[in-house]
């Protein structure tokens, strides 16, 4: 079983932050998943369909094979990490009406604001397709 090594500096310029880019791996980490699992429930029904067929048909030439290959899926972060690096992932942000820009500065300024003015902007919305 191979590693694959991700560094911080592969992630520097992808995102606005750190947190932005934790939570657009995440989410198509998510996307990712979902699509494998639909992937999946197709690949088993078929092979429950295929099953049936054989359990009912009393002469066949060919000889069942005892056990079909298995569908294998590589993990979603890791995919979804893979994306981000390779400038794949498209972080589409939402444009801010005037108050919620407003509400976001109020957020962000304060005691937990560090000291070069960064800190987590507050809203962040991710498209989902």
Do not use: C, W
Not at 69 to 84: D, G, H, N, W
Not at 100 to 106: N, R
Request: proline letters at 4%; zero cysteines.
């Amino acid at each position: 079983m191979s590693h694959e090594m991700f560094l911080a500096e592969d992630f520097h310029g992808k995102a606005d932050n750190v947190y932005e880019a934790i939570v657009a791996v995440a989410r198509r980490a998510r996307q990712i998943g979902e699509e494998q699992r639909r992937e999946m429930d197709a690949y088993l029904s078929q092979v429950e369909m295929l099953e049936k067929f054989t359990e009912e048909e009393e002469n066949y030439d060919e000889p069942v094979r005892a056990h079909e290959p298995v569908l294998q899926f590589e993990k979603p972060t890791i995919l979804a990490l893979r994306e981000m690096i390779a400038d794949k992932l498209d972080l589409n942000r939402p444009e801010l009406s005037e108050e919620e820009a407003e509400a976001i500065a109020g957020f962000t300024s304060g005691p937990e604001e560090t000291e070069d003015g960064g800190g987590f902007g507050g809203k962040l919305d991710l498209s989902e397709e």
